[in-house]
């Protein structure tokens, strides 16, 4: 990656002259970044800024314009004045600014995956597959927004519409808030934007405080791509003030969130008959039974629990192993633990990077004192240096410990043994998550019991879940959320259902059964 600062130096933000426009330079080097309002780059209305600090080192990296309520409603009203203007867009002509965005987001690809790297410091690995994740993302999107043709019904198969047809067309909902977590900066705000904007909604997004930068780098591109100014704003400030404001306001028509289950639980409060889709947190098992391909399933184990930190709403929180097994696999996992290096996450044999800030740490560290205090077992790691939590392995994790049941999000393999596959998956369900799960097996009627008792939005058979691109749809059920993303359902979800109805009685095309129901 050509301007990612060298392994040793202190991080800072380098990026191509293309992206002049989204910061001016502060009197101590650093960028200042605007906020992209009503098409244009801006300062908070009063001038704040807060402070992006890269985990790699915890070093400055940038201030990005705060907005504040009166900004958020600026962005409101500019997405909301102007969402007729993308809708009046032929669909072909928007596709050919998405096109644009692509080619321009492949030019500039290396500036993404460094910015990625240095605020939220996924390994190169990571940063290279999310910024891959968003262009073909946007690509299949372009193809699926195609299919936006909607229904054509008769009305003689029943006595009332005798003598009459309808057109079932999908409109766009209106104005979308997009409001994304820190551990997937690009990916998942992009998800939400590109096809809430591709069927023709305008959108106000707002980028998590951790993470800011990449969505506004996104934001450049499309400006460039050509949106039209107004239809996409994006905001970054406070969650309650900035995104409290997105949420109450009776001129969002929907609601597309991704982050911690309180704070969704919060947002489904205030946003009064808004349509809503949201991602929240997980506490994905991973069922290891004695018939299954051990091998395969601690290296798949492993893999699952650690990528990017474990920060991920699909990773593998809690490892259920059947007991007689249990001492093989143990050997096995703890063999693959010592494939993950951590380190810096500019170094390319770096495979686990620095967590995203303290508040994180403190509450994995919390979490594994916690299992060992309950009679856990440490096999490795537990300790940490700055943001760098070591992978950690622990054994024999009882019901008791809060590990066993809240969001870990963090480097650490949590294995809880139990009988057989009954107590799996009655362990597996108490949770009041349901988002993801795997089961190892090569008994076909286990994967079948497992898969149809499991209260989960995705279950994943002999590999560790991924939400990737989107070609196979996810969401939670439970806590984990409301509604799917993918690339087909993810337009469902930010376009409704109009009913056309002809009344073709008048030319003589059929006469009602049932006149007066
Ligand atoms: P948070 O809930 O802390 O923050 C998410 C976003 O919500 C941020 O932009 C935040 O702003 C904003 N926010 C905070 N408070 C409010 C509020 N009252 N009203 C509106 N917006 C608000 O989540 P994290 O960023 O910590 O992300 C991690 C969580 O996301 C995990 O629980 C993870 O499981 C979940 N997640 C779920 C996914 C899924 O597909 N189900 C995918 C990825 C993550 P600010 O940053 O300014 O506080």
New binding site residues.
């Given amino acids: 990656m050509s301007n990612l600062v060298k392994l040793g130096e202190k991080p800072r933000i380098v990026l191509d002259s293309f992206f002049e426009p989204m910061y001016e330079t502060g009197p101590d080097a650093l960028p200042v970044f605007k906020m992209f309002l009503g098409g244009e780059w801006v300062s908070s209305n009063i001038g704040g800024t807060f402070n992006v600090y890269s985990p790699i080192d915890g070093s400055l990296i940038a201030k990005v314009a705060k907005a504040t309520v009166k900004d958020a409603e600026n962005a409101i009203d500019s997405a909301y004045e102007n969402k007729s203007k993308i809708r009046a867009i032929p669909a072909i002509d928007r596709l050919e600014i998405f096109a644009k965005a692509r080619e321009l987001l492949l030019k500039y690809e290396n500036d993404f995956k460094n910015i990625i790297v240095t605020e939220m410091s996924k390994t190169l690995e990571g940063a290279e597959g999310e910024v891959n994740g968003v262009a073909e993302r946007l690509r299949l999107t372009m193809e699926e927004t195609r299919k936006i043709y909607g229904e054509y019904l008769p009305g003689d198969w029943v006595g009332d519409t005798v003598g009459k047809i309808a057109l079932v067309i999908r409109e766009p909902k209106g104005v979308i808030g997009a409001?994304?977590?820190?551990?997937?900066p690009f990916f998942?705000p992009a998800a939400k934007i590109i096809p809430a904007l591709l069927a023709g909604n305008a959108v106000v997004a707002?980028?998590?405080?951790?993470t800011p930068i990449t969505l506004l780098m996104f934001g450049r591109i499309l400006e460039a791509a050509g949106i039209p100014k107004g239809a996409i704003n994006i905001i970054?400030?406070?969650?309650?003030e900035?995104?409290?404001t997105?949420?109450k306001s009776e001129k969002i028509n929907m609601i597309s969130?991704?982050?911690?289950?309180?704070?969704?639980k919060?947002?489904s409060t205030?946003a009064v008959l808004k349509d809503l889709h949201l991602?929240?947190?997980?506490k994905a098992p991973a069922i290891v039974l004695d018939d299954s391909d051990l091998d395969l399933a601690a290296k798949k184990c492993v893999e699952g629990s650690l990528k990017h930190a474990g920060?991920?709403?699909?990773a593998i929180s809690r490892i259920l192993v059947q007991e007689n097994i249990g001492e093989t696999f143990v050997k096995k996992v703890l063999e693959e633990v010592e494939k993950w290096k951590m380190g810096d996450p500019r170094d390319p044999e770096t495979k686990v990077g620095p967590l995203?800030n303290e508040q994180?740490l403190k509450k994995v560290d919390e979490l594994v004192k916690d299992a060992i205090n309950k009679g856990a077992t440490l096999l490795k790691g537990g300790k940490y240096e700055g943001l760098y939590y070591e992978p950690t392995v622990l054994n024999n994790v009882p019901l008791e410990a809060r590990i066993a049941w809240e969001?870990t999000?963090g480097p650490v393999i949590t294995i809880i043994r139990v009988k057989n596959l009954d107590e799996a998956l009655e362990i597996s369900n108490r949770s009041e998550y349901g988002?993801d799960a795997a089961v190892f097996t090569n008994s076909f009627y286990n994967v079948w019991k497992a898969a149809k008792a499991l209260q989960d939005g995705e279950i994943t058979i002999n590999d560790a879940p991924a939400?990737g691109v989107g070609n196979f749809p996810?969401?939670?059920i439970k806590d984990?959320?409301l509604g799917r993303?993918g690339l087909g359902y993810s337009i469902d979800e930010v376009t409704s259902i109009k009913t056309i109805i002809f009344n073709l009685e008048p030319a003589d095309l059929g006469k009602k059964r049932i006149p007066h129901f």
């Fill in positions: 409001i994304g977590s820190f551990n997937y998942i707002k980028p998590s405080s951790d970054p400030g406070s969650g309650r900035v995104g409290g997105i949420v969130f991704t982050g911690n289950t309180n704070t969704g919060q947002i205030v991602e929240l947190g997980g920060q991920r709403c699909d995203i994180a969001e999000f988002l939400h996810f969401g939670g984990s959320g993303e």
